[in-house]
């Protein structure tokens, strides 16, 4: 049984002049987000603890040096925050510029949108800009990995590490541009710890992990989420009762993901709730 605790107390922040309350320990996106204000965010994961890794949700403090990352800067009592200043925005552009000048966004939700937003251009680089492409890895029937996609948020190891899966199966290699998502030794997928829960594809914003049947879909230019359906349901492998959601296009499952706000899951199955459909 889960002890009552207090409740906490409320704050007053002020976001672009307006006040509003949010509970003491919220952070300055959790405030952006009672305010109405739409900050971007790529490393942010609302069941993760923040890594501060890609820098695109930086706001500006009244009274700080620095800019701060929203994700996770604590609101305090008084703050006063610039979500739209000139110096947020042209922090944000020069972020959006260096991370599409080298990485493939083709896949990231709303990066083309945010790029004309903040007047991104990647392309001032010249062609000849350092980038991490790379043929996408697809060893398994699973899952596929194109590290080509991948701007080193760190979210699939917290996911696969000790936040939630305690598998350790992959982790950070290499330093500076050379850095890159790794099992243990550079060992195959198929010959790492990997149980394929698939939880590293749940949290990926990029689309550097995805649905082996996703990627093939992609491929065959047959990929069209404006078809699809989202049916959310109960698992029938096991009593634990994990929350399924089922993403149908043209009434056959293309993949299966889970609620982040599900008490039992928050986000997270095991590989028969992930990839287990088939019998259907």
Not at 121 to 137: C, I, L, N, S
Not at 159 to 187: K, P, Y
Not at 224 to 240: L, W
Request: charged share 25%; with cysteine; hydrophobic share 30%.
């Amino acid at each position: 049984m889960i002890p009552l605790q207090p409740p906490r107390r409320l704050i007053d922040v002020e976001i672009d002049g307006e006040t509003v309350r949010v509970p003491e320990g919220s952070t300055i996106l959790d405030a952006c987000a009672v305010a109405g204000k739409d900050i971007p965010t790529l490393c942010y994961g609302d069941t993760l603890t923040p890594k501060n890794a890609c820098r695109v949700c930086v706001v500006e403090v009244e009274g700080a040096r620095t800019l701060a990352p929203a994700c996770s800067r604590k609101a305090e009592k008084g703050m006063k925050v610039g979500t739209d200043t000139e110096r947020a925005r042209q922090s944000r552009k020069v972020v959006l510029e260096l991370l599409a000048s080298s990485v493939d966004l083709s896949t990231t939700p709303r990066a083309a949108e945010w790029t004309e937003e903040y007047d991104a251009d990647p392309a001032r680089f010249g062609d000849d800009a350092a980038t991490v492409e790379q043929p996408a890895k697809v060893d398994n029937e699973l899952y596929v990995r194109d590290y080509s996609k991948c701007i080193m948020c760190y979210k699939c190891v917290d996911a696969c590490g000790d936040q939630w899966q305690n598998t350790f199966a992959i982790g950070v290699a290499g330093r500076g541009f050379d850095t890159t998502i790794s099992t243990e030794f550079d060992a195959p997928l198929t010959d790492s710890a990997c149980v394929y829960c698939g939880n590293c594809v749940e949290v990926c914003p990029t689309g550097a992990l995805s649905f082996k049947s996703e990627f093939d879909m992609r491929a065959e230019g047959t990929w069209d989420e404006s078809k699809q359906t989202e049916t959310t349901t109960i698992c029938s492998y096991c009593g634990v009762g994990c929350n399924l959601t089922l993403h149908v296009q043209d009434n056959k499952i293309v993949k299966v993901t889970s609620p982040h706000d599900n008490p039992v899951t928050k986000g997270n199955l095991c590989v028969k709730g992930r990839f287990g459909y088939g019998y259907v």
